[in-house]
């Protein structure tokens, strides 16, 4: 599958921002599809993501009640919805999919098979 993200942009803090990802390629329902950021000197860290298992949704600690991840399997897309932005939010977002990934290494970037180009969002104070 080919992972296309977009939607990033430059942001004042408490603003939203709404990223999307089209896929194209395989059945998008059979996967399990995520966001990760990645901030200049860090490594990249989980965001959000939506099982194919039990379709949860699970969000880090950091943006819970802020992000809200969706996803549409009949257009093959998803999103991030994010909502009362702060600079601790800038960073590189990457979109994210894997067939075969179980409910327990969700958060775990390295067990993700796909990746979008990344989209930057910048959140200026």
């Known amino acids: 599958v080919q992972l296309q993200a977009s939607g990033g942009g430059l942001v004042q803090v408490g603003g939203t921002l709404r990223l999307s990802c089209e896929a194209s390629?395989?059945?998008?329902?059979?996967?399990?599809v995520g966001w990760f950021r990645q901030a200049p000197g860090k490594e990249r860290e989980f965001v959000a993501a939506?099982?194919?298992?039990?379709?949860?949704?699970y969000y880090a600690e950091s943006v819970k009640g802020r992000f809200t991840m969706s996803r549409d399997n009949t257009k093959s897309t998803m999103s991030l919805q994010m909502n009362n932005l702060k600079p601790e939010d800038t960073a590189v977002y990457y979109c994210?999919?894997?067939?075969?990934?179980?409910?327990?290494?969700?958060?775990?970037?390295?067990?993700?098979?796909?990746w979008g180009q990344g989209t930057q969002v910048t959140v200026s104070s």
């Open positions: 390629g395989r059945t998008f329902s059979r996967y399990t």
């Open positions: 939506i099982s194919r298992n039990n379709g949860h949704t």
């Open positions: 994210a999919a894997d067939s075969q990934l179980i409910v327990g290494l969700i958060r775990r970037a390295a067990q993700y098979d796909y």
